[in-house]
Structure formats: C-alpha cells, structure tokens
C-alpha cells in the first residue's frame, strides 16, 4: 500500500534507508495529476515556470502571485507528492519579515506543504526563520538559475578550489539553518556526492551526478515539450511536442477537408 501522503521527515528516512527520492516540476493541475499517479515523490513548482511556460529567458520576471496561482492547481491534484513552492526572485532577499510573508502565502493560499529558496550561507537566517514559522524548507545550492547575473550565465559551480569549497559551505549552512533537504544543481558529480555524504538531510541533484539522494527534472525537458534541445544533464523520455504538433496538423486538415466535425460528432 503506499503511503498516505510524502512529508519533509518521510524524505530524511528515505535518506537513511536508501531509497532514491524522485522529484520533478509540475505547474498545472494534469501534469500534477499524471506525475502523483506515477508515485512521484516531491511535485516542484519551479520557478522554472518563467521560462517554459512563461517563454522568459530567465526566472527573473516571476511573481509571487503567479506562483501561488500554479501552486495551487499543483496542490489540487496531488494526494499524494509533497508539494514544494519556489519562492520567486525578490521574494525573499529584502528581509527576514518579508520572506516569512511569502512562505507563508505559499502554504496559506497555494497550498504548498513546503517552499523552495536559493543560495547559502547569505539566506540562512530566512531558512531559520521560515523553518521556525512550521514551514519546512528546501535549499538550492551551486548553480542557481536567479543568480544568472551575478555568475555571469548559467555556469557549473564549483569547479576551482575556492568554489567547491564555496558550494560545500552553502550546503552545510542550509542544513545548519533547517532545511529538510537540499537541490544540489549544476556541480561536479564528484562534489555532489562527498556533500551528500556528509549531510544529514537529502540532496536531491539537477545536472550534478548520480550519487545524490535524489533526482529532478524539469517537466519540459523530460516530455520533450519545448523547442529547444534539452541541457545536457537532462534526459527527454518521449517527444511530446511532436506528438501534440501532429495532431494540431490533423485536426486542421480535418476541419480544412469538412472531415470534422462527423456526424457522431454533431447534434
Ligand atoms: O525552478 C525549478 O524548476 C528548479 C529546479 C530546476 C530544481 O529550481
């Protein structure tokens, strides 16, 4: 029987059991359907959004009512993934009290049963202070996508000395400041897996290798629904923008042809 819902401790025994955690974005109500039928565990509400479905180059641009609004068709379907909500850039950065207002907001009205925030040691005191608020959080350390201008684009971290230590230092002040887990992305495998054995709480790794505890993907990348080639950490299990541009095709040959609407069809 599985069980009844995912929690933030049920991923920490995971860990200690060694069962791998599976994780992946959802923004809408049937992907969240179809992913938490699947037995997926962690449904993410990316901020991610503001790339693929909002078509932006960055996650910049994202709102915090937009990301209640996807949280909360996410959070409808789910009975049984833990849904995590992002917080969106500027979300959390312009102090403590505002960071807690927006967890908040996230749980209160999208649903969410825990949020997401980038960076380390410099947002460790809002990761206190949200966990303090009965919100538990999840980290994001390495490659963080809303630091896009800062690291001067989307670049794998940690690959000098001084910036593996960087990224290790990050990882043990999210676990320090009580998060429940941490999104490693864009590392070194080798680094990913020293981190993952040395925290207490799971890692779950986006473009850093197979030793973590779990794995994500963005919805996009895994159904092949975007018309970019996917990142090469990514891995595209079917083609569904093909497969939804054929049947666009068929339909409008149908209807150009006067073969839809048929008879059974129509009233
Ligand atoms: O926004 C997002 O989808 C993410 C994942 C890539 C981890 O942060």
């Known amino acids: 029987m ?36 699947a037995g997926i565990e962690v449904l993410l509400v990316g901020d991610s959004l503001g790339n693929c479905v909002q078509g932006n180059d960055t996650t910049l641009p994202v709102t915090m009512d937009e990301m209640v609004y996807h949280c909360r068709m996410v959070a409808r379907a789910a009975r049984h993934a833990l849904v995590v909500g992002d917080m969106p850039f500027g979300s959390y950065q312009t102090s403590i009290e505002e960071a807690v207002r927006n967890a908040f907001r996230l749980v209160k009205e999208g649903g969410a049963h825990a949020v997401k925030l980038e960076g380390g040691d410099r947002v460790a005191d809002r990761i206190e202070a949200i966990t303090r608020m009965d919100v538990p959080v999840m980290g994001h350390v390495g490659l963080t996508p809303q630091s896009v201008h800062r690291m001067g684009g989307y670049r794998v971290q940690g690959r000098g000395e001084r910036s593996r230590e960087r990224v290790f230092r990050d990882a043990r002040a999210v676990q320090e400041a009580g998060a ?58 079917v083609l569904l923008a093909e497969i939804a541009e054929r049947a666009a095709r068929m339909f409008a040959e149908d209807v150009r042809d006067e073969k839809f609407p048929g008879d059974h069809e129509s009233y």
């Not at 009844?4 to 991923?11: H, S, V």
């Not at 992946?24 to 992907?31: E, R």
């Not at 590392?187 to 986006?206: F, K, N, Q, S, Y």
Request: some cysteine; overall charge positive.
């Open 180 to 237: 429940f887990a941490v999104v490693l992305e864009g590392v070194p495998r080798d680094l990913a897996r020293e981190i993952t054995a040395e925290l207490r709480i799971p890692t779950i790794g986006i473009g850093a290798g197979v030793g973590c505890d779990g794995q994500v993907l963005v919805l996009h990348d895994l159904l092949g629904l975007s018309s970019e080639p996917p990142p090469r950490f990514a891995r595209q299990y």
């Open 2 to 37: 599985r069980e009844a819902r995912i929690t933030a401790p049920g991923l920490a025994r995971m860990k200690r059991e060694r069962r791998k955690i599976v994780m992946l974005t959802a923004y809408d109500y049937p992907f969240a359907e179809i992913f938490d039928r």
